[in-house]
């Protein structure tokens, strides 16, 4: 399956591999300033002694597992974390939102409006899709309100080693930052989840996507409403030769034409 990436800004989409290890992971991974956000290691716990540290000041000291923070301002701070005699620690950059956000590709017009409904879309995998039949790793975490998060997780049929997720939610006027969390909630080292065609738009609307060879230009995949792609495969003419649908049964091929040319000496 071809997979695409939509890139947004604030709301910070990507195509990510989520992995655990024993190191500092901070949620959001992309953080801005006024933002909270929660520190933690996996499969390390008790007895830690946190610290959140900008310039030579320390901001922040304390003993949790799981310690949140409000960055009130911009800039390069430095997390530890210390167990025992054991440190460790990580060195993060919060931004002053779209103003310090810079990549290639990033809407940095887009911002969902506060008392309406959404939907959310995306494609998912682990590690072991061979192995299963359903994935149960992946997580898309949304926070709808000040307190409360959405989460959605991969349902449906698996199509050629994804799984589609999708979710509808409401967004509270009391959301002062609006963050989704692309996670994996299994343990172990080698234990990955894949997220890919991540889409959110409102709720009563509907949503196309296109995607385009970069050096030919031409039309390779159509994502529908749902999220299911149509494929496009050209010969080396640039004819269109096959058309290629996605669906719960798998990929189908729905069109295909052979041209065939005799040379006359």
Not at 52 to 67: A, H, R
Not at 216 to 232: G, K, P, Q
Not at 238 to 249: H, M, N
Request: hydrophobic fraction near 40%; proline fraction near 3%.
């Amino acid at each position: 399956m071809i997979k695409r990436i939509l890139l947004f800004v604030c709301v910070h989409f990507s195509c990510l591999v989520i992995a655990n290890a024993q190191e500092i992971h901070i949620e959001p991974s992309i953080l801005f300033k006024n933002q909270n956000a929660v520190f933690y290691i996996t499969e390390i716990s008790g007895a830690l002694e946190w610290r959140v540290i900008g310039q030579t000041t320390v901001l922040i000291s304390t003993n949790s597992d799981n310690p949140n923070y409000v960055f009130p301002t911009s800039g390069t701070f430095t997390i530890s974390c210390k167990k025992g005699s054991n440190t460790y620690t990580k060195v993060i950059e919060v931004l002053d939102c779209e103003s310090d956000l810079t990549c290639t590709g990033c809407l940095k017009s887009f911002g969902p409006t506060k008392g309406k409904r959404y939907a959310i879309s995306a494609w998912a995998s682990q590690s072991n899709a061979a192995q299963v039949n359903n994935f149960t790793w992946p997580e898309i975490r949304i926070q709808t309100s000040y307190n409360d998060w959405e989460i959605f997780k991969p349902s449906g049929a698996v199509i050629d080693g994804w799984q589609r997720v999708y979710g509808e939610f409401f967004l509270d006027a009391s959301v002062q930052v609006f963050q989704i969390v692309l996670t994996s909630n299994a343990t172990g080292v080698s234990n990955f989840a894949y997220f890919d065609d991540i889409r959110i738009h409102p709720l009563d609307g509907n949503m196309k996507s296109y995607v385009y060879d970069p050096i030919t230009l031409r039309l390779v995949a159509e994502l529908d409403n749902n999220n299911f792609s149509t494929f496009y495969e050209y010969d080396e003419e640039g004819k269109l030769i096959r058309v290629k649908k996605e669906t719960v049964d798998g990929i189908v091929t729905i069109k295909e034409n052979r041209n065939n040319s005799f040379k006359i000496e």
